[in-house]
């Protein structure tokens, strides 16, 4: 065995994910140019903001209240060991909006949405309708991406603001219920203390987050290998994918909005 | 006029295409016959652009297809796929109709459902038919719903990719006769990949068989009992035993 073969089993592997990371980076290159290109499929594009947006209520919605309701408990817990018990109305406010909210969110619907994406477009091509939608004059980029790129986008922050919301309430509901907490006063502490941007950085962290779902949804279904199989392998690793990206941009977005 | 020049075409270690060369006449129906695996469908996406060849040139009338505005090439041409290829999410009138509801083709909903609905009669299926989903209709009535939509917007030049694999020897019977009745009406030039010798006899004006990434023959439809070439003869008579190995 030579020197070399140590070497280029490990810079295989290397270059083999180099290479998954320049065609993603096309793949999202060529839908962002879409964009701003005509033609423009308005009623694809509301469907896609239906199923992402209205359709991901429920599971957002349930995520949040629970994760505001654990949290309270877990603050007024950790804080009675120094006393800081009346601290959970501002910590449930900026670990929801700031992170939990955008987090959870993401998360629960990269598993919904990029799932069903991928499962939806690699059906689509081991059918050979994305052949056919090409046959047709229609660029499937334009016709089947775009539209849910943009959708995801647009209603992911507006699931996290809903989510902040739901799980604010959630930790109210535990506080006033549990814990003996003043419904009136754990309001007001949650509105004096939370800052705007509070607010606005999990919105565009939740921006980013549906970006990211839909296109790894997109792209893994549009490259789907043959068969059950191959649309099976597309959506398991649209998810996987797409839940590692949102932890992993989730910290880079932190370290630009808030560190020192 | 469509005209492959020398295309080749490998996916990875496996050379499917090894420098096709045929001619197919404005107005004629050729059919490209093979067994299964030998790149049929790849030479049909080839002269589409679903597949890039890796040499070679395709030329229709003279124009390099990879040449000049894709949308007005493709306007040119209708497809039947092998399994149809219908949109699930969409109903079967907004399917025959799809060209006709967006792009350069586009015309009002009314005017396009009136078409759809007129090609759906054209290819034996009721107005009733229009308002249902791909998912409710037989294997049959796909490939019907599917050549109605290759024809929807009158193309001088149709594909059809194995159009009766999956059907009972009636129901092939009537879409070759279907197929037949199309392209002589509408003067168009087609393209037909099968195995399927009854399709053959049915649609053919001229026969090329691809073998081994090469046209091993071509020639009229008429001439195609007679020829003295071992692999047609294996092969349009189904024997085991020829040049063509069994086992692939």
């Given at each position: 065995m030579s020197i070399a073969s140590p070497l280029a089993a490990l810079g295989r592997p290397v270059l083999r994910a180099l290479a998954a990371v320049g065609r993603v980076a096309l793949f999202a290159g060529e839908a962002v140019s879409h964009l701003f290109r005509p033609p423009f499929y308005g009623r694809e594009f509301l469907t896609a903001l239906i199923q992402i947006g209205w359709l991901s209520l429920p599971v957002v919605g349930l995520t949040a209240i629970f994760t505001g309701g654990a949290l309270a408990l877990q603050i007024y817990a950790g804080g009675a060991r120094f006393n800081a018990e009346a601290v959970v109305p501002q910590i449930v406010a900026i670990g929801m909006t700031r992170e939990l909210g955008p987090v959870l969110g993401g998360l629960m619907v990269a598993a919904r949405v990029a799932s069903s994406i991928a499962a939806e477009l690699g059906t689509m091509k081991v059918t050979e309708q994305i052949d056919a939608l090409t046959t047709l004059s229609t660029n499937p980029m334009k016709y089947l991406a775009v539209p849910r790129i943009l959708a995801a986008t647009l209603a992911v922050p507006v699931l996290v603001a809903v989510g902040d919301s739901i799980g604010i309430a959630g930790g109210w509901l535990v506080a006033i219920s549990r814990l003996d907490f003043n419904s009136a006063g754990y309001l007001k502490n949650t509105l004096d203390f939370l800052q705007f941007w509070d607010i606005g950085s999990g919105l565009v962290k939740g921006a980013v987050f549906g970006f990211l779902v839909a296109l790894m949804g997109c792209y893994m279904g549009m490259t789907s290998g043959r068969g059950a199989q191959g649309v099976g392998a597309a959506t398991k690793a649209a998810v996987v994918a797409a839940s590692v990206l949102i932890l992993a941009s989730n910290y880079l977005l932190t370290e630009v909005f808030f560190s020192a | 006029m469509i005209e492959l020049s020398g295309v080749h075409k490998a996916f990875g270690d496996n050379r499917v295409l090894r420098g096709v060369d045929l001619v197919i006449p404005k107005g004629q129906s050729m059919v490209v016959i093979g067994g299964s695996g030998t790149g049929k469908s790849v030479l049909l996406k080839s002269v589409l652009g679903l597949v890039r060849p890796d040499l070679g040139t395709i030329t229709l009338d003279g124009v390099d297809v990879t040449k000049g505005d894709r949308d007005a090439f493709l306007a040119r041409f209708g497809m039947l796929f092998q399994g149809g290829?219908?949109?699930?999410?969409?109903r079967v009138w907004e399917n025959v109709a799809f060209r006709l509801l967006r792009g350069h083709q586009k015309r009002p909903k009314t005017e396009a459902r009136a078409i759809a609905v007129e090609k759906l009669r054209r290819v034996g299926l009721k107005p009733e038919v229009a308002d249902l989903y791909p998912a409710e209709l037989s294997g049959g009535m796909q490939k019907r719903v599917g050549l109605a939509r290759a024809i929807a917007a009158e193309p001088e030049i149709i594909f059809f990719d194995e159009?009766?694999?999956?059907?009972d020897p009636i129901m092939s019977g009537v879409i070759n006769e279907l197929i037949r009745e199309i392209v002589v009406e509408m003067g168009a030039t087609a393209m037909t990949i099968t195995h399927d010798m009854s399709s053959v006899r049915a649609i053919a004006d001229r026969v090329a068989m691809l073998h081994q990434g090469v046209i091993q023959w071509t020639g009229p439809v008429s001439e195609m009992d007679a020829t003295p070439d071992p692999y047609v003869q294996q092969f349009i008579h189904g024997r085991a035993d020829g040049p063509i190995e069994s086992v692939r």
């Open positions: - | 290829a219908l949109f699930d999410s969409l159009p009766t694999t999956g059907l």
